[in-house]
């Protein structure tokens, strides 16, 4: 089945204690992205990959890293987590991006991040 | 700058018909995208215009206007199940990012 994983799913922690949030997708898209969604302020993107090695910064991209080590692989980093990092994330994967083809995202099931 | 702007909420009832309003600014066009968002899920997609008009997909329809900066998600036949979060989007930051709006949450009533 085509999809995209994130794991874990749900987590808390607490300030400071370094976190990595795994996505994964099946469908061999180049373009991978990350991002957090928060009451009011809808979906902000944190950070964004457009093939292995190749990655950006989006909207939101303070206090997270990423890396793009494999094509199917994009995990979002929180090296010193704080409490304003509390959100749900949401991973998405695409064939291509823009105006091209195929540029719909698939979205990850979400994590819902608490940090105390 | 780049924006858009949608209604936060809006009720309707079973079997009728809604229309869900999005105006955005952009630099640069490059589509703009339909979501729909149930609850405690992940975004689904729906549509994607970039030429001008209306597009059709069974009882979802969408429709863009690039010199007004406006695009609206029509649904027909309302279903219980339609009750969602939808979301208008843009390709922006040369059409490597996706821009969203805060989203509509639409409520259908039986």
């Known amino acids: 089945e085509a999809q995209v994983t994130q794991n874990p799913r749900y987590l808390i922690t607490v300030t400071g204690k370094k976190l990595t949030v795994t996505c994964s997708q099946n469908?061999?898209?180049?373009?991978m992205s990350w991002y957090r969604q928060d009451p009011g302020l809808g979906l902000r993107q944190i950070y964004y990959s457009m093939n292995v090695e190749v990655t950006d910064k989006g909207d939101v991209p303070e206090g997270y890293k990423v890396s793009r080590k494999e094509k199917r692989n994009f995990p979002l980093i929180l090296e010193s987590p704080s409490p304003n990092q509390t959100s749900l994330y949401f991973c998405a994967s695409s064939f291509g991006f823009g105006v091209a083809g195929d540029n719909e995202q698939f979205f990850g099931p979400g994590t819902r991040l608490t940090v105390l | 700058g780049q924006n858009i702007d949608q209604p936060t909420e809006m009720t309707a009832t079973e079997g009728a018909i809604v229309q869900i309003n999005c105006t955005y600014q952009t630099s640069g066009f490059n589509g703009l995208f339909w979501y729909q968002q149930h609850a405690g899920e992940a975004p689904t997609f729906l549509s994607y215009?970039?030429?001008?008009g209306l597009e059709e997909k069974g009882r979802f329809s969408s429709f863009l206007s690039r010199s007004k900066g406006y695009s609206y998600l029509l649904l027909k036949e309302l279903q219980m199940k339609d009750s969602a979060s939808y979301l208008c989007a843009f390709p922006s930051g040369s059409a490597r990012q996706l821009t969203f709006g805060s989203g509509t949450q639409l409520t259908v009533l039986p």
């Open positions: 215009n970039v030429l001008d």
């Open positions: 469908m061999n898209h180049e373009y």
